[in-house]
């Protein structure tokens, strides 16, 4: 069955930039993770890795409140058709991904803050407003250490998987919605 959409119904060029570069940081960060546990421990190469990836994880989570104000200011199309099991599951997905992408660089924040060290932006210093406070520490690391790192690939796989469904069995032009050269309407 087809379900076709007007241009009205794709994501405005803003919406899709913001979900692109969310996604650019997630893979970066994933990257610089992994590298920095490949570096040498002590090195510089393993600091400057961690740096990069808390650069990425402030920025990430600057872009994702930009794109939730955008998300709540915006007319935003309407959710493709389907079975409310499968529109519950969207909706809860994309709550856990928008949840995960503010409270993961939170979690990372508070590690680091938690041991008095300062944050690093970009070469900026961002201080600890906690000081050592090593019981914070550990609650942070549940938030920002292996098990969230599981759950975001858990959570990216899934995302990738419905997108793909929805492109090529359901057929519904779920991904022409969210690239800039998407077609104006789903393909039959």
Same mark, same amino acid.
């Given at each position: 069955?087809?379900?076709?959409?007007? &241009?009205?119904?794709?994501?405005?060029?803003?919406?899709?930039?913001?979900?692109?570069?969310? !996604? *650019?940081? =997630?893979? *970066?960060?994933?990257? $610089?993770?992994?590298?920095?546990?490949?570096?040498?421990?002590?090195?510089? !190469?393993?600091?400057?890795?961690?740096? =990069?990836? +808390?650069?990425?994880?402030?920025?990430?989570?600057?872009?994702? &409140?930009?794109? /939730?104000?955008? $998300?709540? +200011? $915006?007319?935003? #199309?309407?959710? =493709? #058709?389907?079975?409310?099991? %499968?529109? +519950? /599951?969207?909706?809860?997905?994309?709550?856990?991904?928008?949840? *995960?992408?503010?409270?993961? #660089?939170?979690?990372?924040?508070?590690?680091? !803050?938690?041991?008095?060290?300062?944050?690093?932006?970009?070469?900026?210093?961002? @201080?600890?407003?906690?000081?050592?406070? @090593?019981?914070?520490?550990?609650?942070?690391?549940?938030?920002?250490? %292996?098990?969230?790192?599981?759950?975001?690939?858990?959570?990216?796989?899934?995302?990738? /998987?419905?997108? =793909?469904?929805?492109?090529?069995?359901?057929?519904?032009?779920?991904?022409?919605? &969210?690239?800039?050269?998407?077609?104006?309407? *789903?393909?039959?």
């Amino acid at each position: 069955m087809s379900h076709p959409q007007s &241009i009205e119904e794709r994501y405005s060029i803003v919406s899709q930039l913001f979900h692109w570069v969310v !996604a *650019a940081l =997630l893979f *970066a960060m994933l990257g $610089t993770n992994f590298l920095r546990e490949m570096a040498e421990k002590e090195s510089l !190469a393993r600091t400057e890795w961690l740096n =990069l990836h +808390m650069s990425l994880g402030i920025l990430l989570f600057v872009i994702v &409140i930009l794109r /939730l104000f955008w $998300t709540k +200011m $915006t007319y935003q #199309p309407t959710p =493709l #058709p389907g079975l409310w099991i %499968t529109r +519950m /599951l969207a909706k809860a997905a994309h709550v856990l991904l928008n949840l *995960a992408t503010l409270l993961v #660089p939170i979690g990372g924040y508070l590690r680091i !803050a938690s041991k008095n060290v300062p944050a690093d932006f970009f070469g900026t210093s961002i @201080p600890s407003i906690v000081g050592d406070m @090593p019981w914070l520490h550990d609650i942070a690391k549940i938030g920002h250490g %292996t098990y969230m790192e599981y759950f975001f690939y858990v959570l990216i796989s899934l995302h990738i /998987l419905a997108a =793909l469904w929805h492109q090529y069995v359901r057929k519904d032009g779920a991904i022409e919605r &969210i690239v800039p050269w998407g077609k104006a309407a *789903a393909v039959s």
